[in-house]
């Protein structure tokens, strides 16, 4: 799938406006794996409901169980996305000397039907500080930035409005 970043707003969106990452990275998701599926989506989407949301908050982990319980999200999946395309399958240590631009992020596969992108978004605001340049509480480095990795166009422009 062809994914792009975008700079993106704050909570108080049209007060505070980051430009937090503009590469067009082929975003390659490597790295650490887990896939975990929410209770909250137990009961199956239909295809055409399902959609894949990409977001860089911080330490992938507590990102992952923030969306995990939210309704409407069917599975997650922790990796790195956003490098550099010469950067293929870097180990953990190869990222965190940020030379690699990769973010750890986490991959939701949502039903459309029980939760939106925009309360995606909600979401993703309320639970970390996109202020904080390349560090989200006691981690620091550029892996740890805050994205928003785009996997339709729609999701460009409500990330964006």
């Known amino acids: ?5 975008i ?3 704050n909570s108080m969106r049209s007060a505070i406006v980051l430009s937090l990452i503009l590469a067009a990275a082929a975003a390659h998701t490597s790295g650490a794996s887990s896939v975990a599926v929410s209770p909250q ?28 319980r939210t309704a409407g999200v069917l599975a997650t999946e922790v990796g790195y996305t956003g490098g550099k395309a010469s950067s293929t399958d870097p180990t ?5 000397t940020g030379t690699t631009d990769h973010a750890e ?4 596969e949502f039903d459309e ?8 978004l909600d979401v993703f ?10 560090r989200q509480g006691p981690d620091v480095g550029s892996q ?18």
């Open 1 to 5: 799938a062809n994914i792009s970043s």
């Open 7 to 9: 700079p993106f707003n």
């Open 144 to 161: 740890y930035r805050s994205a928003i990795f785009y996997t339709e166009e729609s999701q460009k422009i409500e990330a964006e409005a």
């Open 41 to 68: 989506g137990a009961m199956a989407a239909t295809d055409a409901a399902k959609k894949v949301a990409i977001f860089a908050a911080g330490c992938f982990w507590g990102v992952e169980i923030t969306f995990q």
């Open 92 to 96: 953990y240590k190869e990222i965190c």
């Open 125 to 134: 605001f309320d639970n970390h500080d996109p202020t904080t340049t390349n």
């Open 113 to 120: 039907t029980k939760t939106s992108f925009a309360e995606l």
């Open 105 to 108: 992020a986490v991959r939701i």
